[in-house]
């Protein structure tokens, strides 16, 4: 009796195997529309209950189930129109965090995705419609990325994207080019000077201007060939350059400069032959002013009998409003501005395990790092074992409908085989107690 009492246990087994699949599969088809759902499949184990003898009663152990999500499945990417569509093109997830989290003291708690439509807040972060928000590195004002630990999430902070809605470009170079007449540092010269205005931006984004006044050092007689540069901060009357400017007058240069020179003491940083430039501090800002370099014939000249000036050339803008953001395959998040400037303002990262399929299944398509996963590392994406980060792109679920209802008929046809092993022992053990009749 015990073998056929063991032949219903095994039945019974058979169905709640078969059932634990059919929940898997009901899953997979219920997320066929789910982006970045990662399906789950199941597998059974025999259970061998008998003492592996080839004589006597045999026991049935029956079969257990046990299921698997396939995190490292990827589904198919499809594009979109939405920059911070983002979706992981290859291994590695991006790191996000719950929403009622932000709240907490402390590091933010780490979840694990892989695709996400995310889009600016009232807040200005990048959020999910299930309210996951990305978290990347932050940049410094001058757009790099510090060094931070790779091993931990200290560094990581949710992406905020509306404190840049303006910014400023400050000048930080000047190309002056002008033509000083030959005729002005001879000894019957009257010295007149020539001013040349150059303006710039400040950090706040407004425009201000310095004067860069040339004077002509007249001999007793002869000619010199030197001129004097002043720059000058007009607001204040500050000189805040002053250079000495000698110019060639012999074949093949001549005309052009010589050699720059600046006395003892004398205001503004040294000039560098090798760029053409020299830098001056006003209000606390360095601009750095390339006159040319000696003997190039694209440089400030001393030639003829007029004063021309040629061109004043800086880089810079005024304040710029906000246009966009777009995410790189790098995880380099950048600002667009309506001028043109391009601002690095954080880096997202790409989160590596070790077992990808030991992670932890959480609700909205995210995991959590467990013992089964391995450690997690921060990667750069693009960089180690990790893909590359894909704007304008969503991942699609990894569910094979097709496959899925091949395995519905399966598991349908094994759920009746064993209901009617059970109904077939119920028939049998009626059949036992009808011996006493």
């Avoid at 032949?7 to 997979?28: E, M, P, Q, Y």
């Avoid at 990662?38 to 025999?46: D, H, L, P, Y």
């Avoid at 905020?160 to 910014?167: D, L, T, Y």
Wanted: hydrophobic share 35%.
């Amino acid at each position: 009796m015990s073998t056929l009492y063991s032949s219903f246990n095994a039945g019974l087994s058979g169905l709640n195997a078969n059932s634990t699949r059919l929940a898997a599969i009901s899953d997979n088809i219920a997320n066929t529309g789910t982006e970045g759902y990662k399906r789950v499949v199941t597998s059974f184990q025999s259970m061998v209950m008998s003492s592996g003898s080839n004589y006597g009663p045999y026991i049935a152990g029956g079969v257990r189930a046990s299921t698997t999500r396939l995190v490292d499945e990827r589904g198919a990417l499809t594009s979109s129109s939405n920059a911070t569509d983002l979706a992981v093109s290859g291994r590695g997830f991006l790191p996000v965090t719950a929403e009622s989290a932000l709240g907490s003291s402390g590091a933010l708690p780490l979840m694990l995705t892989t695709t996400g439509s995310f889009r600016p807040d009232s807040n200005g972060l990048l959020r999910n419609p299930a309210g996951l928000i990305l978290l990347g590195w932050p940049a410094d004002p001058d757009g790099t990325i510090p060094a931070f630990p790779r091993d931990t999430i200290g560094g990581l902070e949710p992406i905020r994207i509306n404190s840049n809605q303006f910014a400023s470009d400050p000048t930080t170079n000047i190309d002056v080019r002008v033509n000083l007449p030959a005729t002005g540092t001879r000894s019957d010269s009257d010295g007149l000077s020539h001013d040349v205005a150059l303006e710039y931006y400040s950090p706040l984004g407004t425009t201000d201007t310095m004067t860069m006044t040339f004077s002509p050092n007249v001999p007793a007689t002869g000619q010199s060939n030197e001129w004097t540069a002043t720059v000058t901060d007009p607001s204040t009357g500050t000189v805040v350059g002053e250079y000495t400017i000698t110019f060639d007058d012999q074949p093949p240069n001549g005309g052009r400069i010589l050699s720059v020179s600046q006395a003892g003491g004398a205001p503004g940083g040294a000039y560098d032959p090798a760029t053409g430039s020299f830098t001056v501090t006003v209000n606390g800002q360095d601009i750095s002013l390339n006159i040319g370099m000696p003997g190039d014939e694209d440089s400030i000249t001393q030639m003829a009998e007029s004063f021309i000036p040629v061109s004043t050339d800086r880089d810079g803008s005024p304040v710029q409003s906000l246009v966009g953001v777009q995410v790189d395959a790098t995880g380099f998040v950048k600002a667009y501005y309506d001028s043109g400037l391009i601002r690095t303002i954080a880096q997202i990262p790409l989160v590596d395990v070790p077992n990808a399929n030991g992670l932890t299944a959480m609700d909205n398509q995210t995991y959590s790092v467990s013992p089964d996963s391995g450690p997690m590392f921060l990667w750069n994406a693009g960089d180690g074992p990790t893909g590359d980060i894909m704007g304008f792109t969503r991942e699609q679920s990894a569910t094979d409908v097709a496959q899925e209802l091949t395995n519905m008929i399966q598991t349908q046809r094994a759920y009746s085989s064993n209901a009617k092993v059970i109904q077939t022992v119920d028939e049998m053990l009626q059949e036992t107690t009808n011996i006493k009749r």
